[in-house]
């Protein structure tokens, strides 16, 4: 006996009509929209499965929401969300509708860009001259955009882990800021990452236990 068919869910969308992305899911399955009013879940048929968290699925994932982003912005969902069928997952929307139109204009035009600064490893600074280098990185790269996430500082070196929200005509300028601090910080090795979806600004998580919204403030 085979698993009981389920929708795959990637990410929400505003959009009011049926939309088609092609075979390009999780399951190599057609990725479509499922559309309650003027938003819509991207998804995709699946086995109610657990899917395993492998380079090869994440990256089928993300995919799929990067092919999404071309032309609408999204809310992602966490990787693996399965959701029984087409009614409940209609139910949910209409549970998370007023939070997710509110979600999604945040978001409007924007995606995520990630960026970290690393010491070189010859390179010893004080507590003060960290701070104020981190600083100045961090300064600079908010004036171009509209919120900030400070990630964890997870190895010594690490000086600036930071996501930031940026409107897509902003992108290049944003990139310009990153090369013009490694210009001026040669000593310091910048890791540059994106244009993603905004993780990290807006986050919905559903399941069959209901909605939850978090947004960083």
């Not at 109610?48 to 699925?57: C, K, P, R, S």
Request: proline share 3%; aromatic share 10%.
């Amino acid at each position: 006996m085979g698993k009981e068919e389920g929708k795959y869910f990637y990410c929400v969308i505003a959009a009011g009509e049926e939309e088609h992305f092609g075979k390009i899911g999780v399951n190599h399955g057609e990725v479509y929209t499922l559309p309650y009013r003027d938003i819509a879940a991207v998804v995709s048929d699946s086995p109610m499965i657990d899917y395993e968290l492998t380079e090869d699925n994440t990256k089928r994932h993300e995919d799929v929401i990067c092919e999404v982003m071309y032309e609408h912005s999204v809310i992602p969902v966490e990787f693996g969300t399965t959701i029984k069928n087409e009614i409940i997952l209609k139910r949910l929307l209409k549970r998370a509708y007023g939070p997710t139109r509110e979600c999604l204009k945040l978001v409007d035009n924007m995606v995520e860009l990630g960026v970290k600064a690393v010491l070189n490893q010859k390179i010893v600074l004080d507590k003060q001259k960290r701070k104020e280098c981190s600083l100045d990185i961090l300064e600079s790269l908010k004036a171009i955009s509209r919120q900030t996430v400070a990630g964890d500082l997870f190895i010594g070196r690490l000086i600036l882990n930071g996501s930031f929200l940026v409107k897509k005509e902003t992108v290049d300028a944003f990139s310009d800021e990153v090369a013009r601090l490694q210009e001026k910080y040669l000593w310091i090795k910048f890791l540059y990452s994106g244009p993603w979806a905004p993780h990290n600004f807006v986050y919905i998580r559903i399941g069959t236990e209901g909605v939850e919204i978090k947004k960083s403030r």
